[in-house]
């Protein structure tokens, strides 16, 4: 196994995700198979409890890990299936660590960082890299890890140390460090300046780690004079990275020229698009974009494909809420303009009940005028609640997530596993679903398969003794799962496009393969869904 290393110096949010994700793509694009990992140095175990507001979306992967939105960047990229081990923390490292003290493995040893939680790093670190991740047998080529924070932050220190001993006992050839840092620029002239980059070279090296390259982040092209700076530190070359890459690593028989034409033409298509398409996105977590990252992403791929810009509308749910009208006056007016003007609406996933009123208000407009409207799991959820309330006229429908008492749950509590032991009851991963009929706009958008596994992440579940009820009253749940209890996806017959559905379909989303449900959002919304599905093979 050969591991490339990115690690990040000076400031954080430089963009190391992104660094490793395309260093992956050029590899990839010589020929060799790749995977990554990526390393967070916090004490959660896995993302599955940090806020979107604060650290952006927590992915799902197909096993149920949940975990960093890079991870989503990877698979995207590369186009692989990761595993929850391919997310390190802290948390994890010093869980295994103390289970194994507890079960006396260390007998009558001091357990220690170095070399106890150093040593379980390591090993993490080779194993994983051999789990085959893009659909073929046996390990890739190369395994490319991307140490999360900042050089020299004290949470970061044994990841450092572990690296560098496993820089030294998987050998040179075997082993190159990427650093991304910082050049920032100062004054009206724009003055480069490379002193951060140098002292951050400098602590990595105290630590024993020496870069090979440097991928340098600034608000301008670099000069010729910096680059010669920055070369007295590192000796790299200046761009063709994959050249670089390749030859410390002594791949001898690569491609020296990456074949990317996939990705060019897709980033020329994009630049040259000059239609757009407004979605209305109703949601909690407005203020941090990065909250709901896949969405943006399957929204992306899904216009690419119909040849359009997507611009994406936020609106904060509560704005539209009744309430709002009172107390921000403007900000109500603007929502609910914003709401009329768009082409299509989308409510993702949530927990809580902040902006839920407000959600149910967008679900409704949608519904009563013929709005394209896809709700991913929390927006299933709304709709159910919405429909209920407004066509069977029960006006205290609700989830029981946020009205425990509610006289007419129409969404409830159903885990998968205890009800009563509280941790782990989310329905986390992939599950399949099945479709009901293939005479319903989902299965046909899903190529007439007769299932489709997506990912899950949900508690609550459409009360399955109301579906006579519902579909009566004109609801569809054509998508179930193999019980047959739990409803998956659900349409409105009368509607041109009105599909929820309990998983996560964004999270599968691939650039050039755009999920089936946001491609018939974004086809319904500019009015070509039905000559669309007319062309697809043994569509009717
Ligand atoms: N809060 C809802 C549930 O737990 C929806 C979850 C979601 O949208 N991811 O079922």
Redesign the pocket.
Known sequence: MKYVLVTGGVVSGLGKGVTASSIGVVLKGCGLRVTSIKIDPYLNTDAGTMSPFEHGEVFVLDDGGEVDLDLGNYERFLDVTLTRENNITTGKIYQSVIDKERRGDYLGKTVQVVPHITDAIKNWIVSVSLIPVDGKDGPADVCVIELGGTVGDIESMPFIEALRQLSFTVGQDNFCLIHVSLIPVLGVVGEQKTKPTQHSVRELRALGLTPHLLACRSAQPLLENTKEKLSQFCHVPNQNAHVAISKQLNFLSIATHPDLHEWTERAETYDNLTNSVKIAMVGKYIGLQDSYLSVLKALLHACIACSLKPSVEWIAASDLEDESAKLTPQAHAAAWETLRSSACVLVP???GDRGVQGMILAAKYARENDVPYLG???GM?ISVIEFARSVLGLERANSA?FDPDTPDPVVIFMPEGSRTHMGNTMRLGSRRTLFQTPDCIASKLYQNSAYVDERH????EVNPDLIGKLEEAGLRFVGKDETGKRMEILELPTHPYYVGVQF?PEFKSRPGRPSALFLGLILAAIGQLEASLSKLPNGN
């Open positions: 996933g949530g927990f991913i799991c929390l959820q997530e992440r949900h508690r609550f996560h």
